[in-house]
């Protein structure tokens, strides 16, 4: 079956350290997303994809960098210049299809939390 | 800009309906959609509405658009302990891209 997967569902991180979070979709999908949910404050978007070897910076990407060399792939990595990274990351993915009613696809999610 | 607004929360009572609100800017939108999130899980696509459209019906689910009014609702008729989850409104924009409310926590009371 098609799906969307995120690893690992938990992380914990050092002060200081880089951590990459795992994006991975077998949907054929052009679009990749990566968003932060943190309680009460919704989806930000902090990057997102619409090719491979290019994407955009969201409303947060501060602290935060990609890379999409293959159309399956999106990993997100928190570096240690993001100050308060401890939250709930979703990633998410989608046809590039105007006008169609398609929406997105989300991963179950991977909490990070700075220990 | 484009935004999306709805009510933090919302309790009901098991067996009674819950019907969930959002407000929207952006005129142009095309369609509108209600994603629903578990706790600890990702968001998953309950339904959509297209922008011509003034009423959509799923099962338990009724969506109402008022386009002239900007206002999008989500019934959960005969709702149920497993309906309890946060509720997303979200609209796809005039660049394609789709925005996302801040979310609604439905709590069933016994």
């Known amino acids: 079956d098609g799906g969307i997967t995120q690893s690992p569902k938990y992380l914990f991180r050092k002060e200081g350290q880089n951590v990459t979070l795992s994006c991975e979709q077998n949907l054929n999908h052009d679009a990749m997303y990566w968003y932060r949910q943190d309680p009460g404050q919704g989806l930000r978007l902090i990057y997102y994809s619409q090719i491979v070897n290019d994407f955009q910076k969201g409303d947060i990407a501060e602290g935060y960098s990609v890379s999409r060399e293959k159309k399956e792939s999106f990993p997100l990595t928190v570096t240690s210049a993001q100050k308060n990274p401890t939250a709930f990351y979703l990633c998410?993915?989608?046809?590039?299809?105007?006008?169609?009613?398609?929406?997105?696809?989300f991963g179950s999610g991977t909490r990070l939390t700075v220990v | 800009g484009e935004d999306v607004e709805q009510s933090l929360f919302l309790s009901v009572r098991e067996g009674d309906s819950s019907v969930i609100n959002c407000t929207y800017t952006?005129?142009?939108?095309?369609?509108l959609y209600w994603y629903k999130q578990e706790p600890g899980a990702g968001l998953q696509l309950l339904t959509y509405i297209f922008s011509n459209m003034d009423m959509k019906q799923d099962q338990r689910l009724t969506v109402l658009l008022n386009k002239k009014d900007k206002h999008l609702s989500l019934r959960i008729a005969d709702t149920q302990t497993g309906d309890s989850a946060i509720y997303f409104c979200?609209?796809?924009?005039?660049?394609?891209?789709?925005?996302f409310g801040k979310g609604t926590r439905l709590h069933i009371l016994p």
């Open positions: 979200a609209e796809r924009g005039r660049d394609d891209k789709i925005i």
């Open positions: 952006d005129s142009s939108s095309t369609y």
């Open positions: 998410a993915s989608s046809m590039v299809a105007r006008g169609t009613g398609l929406g997105y696809t």
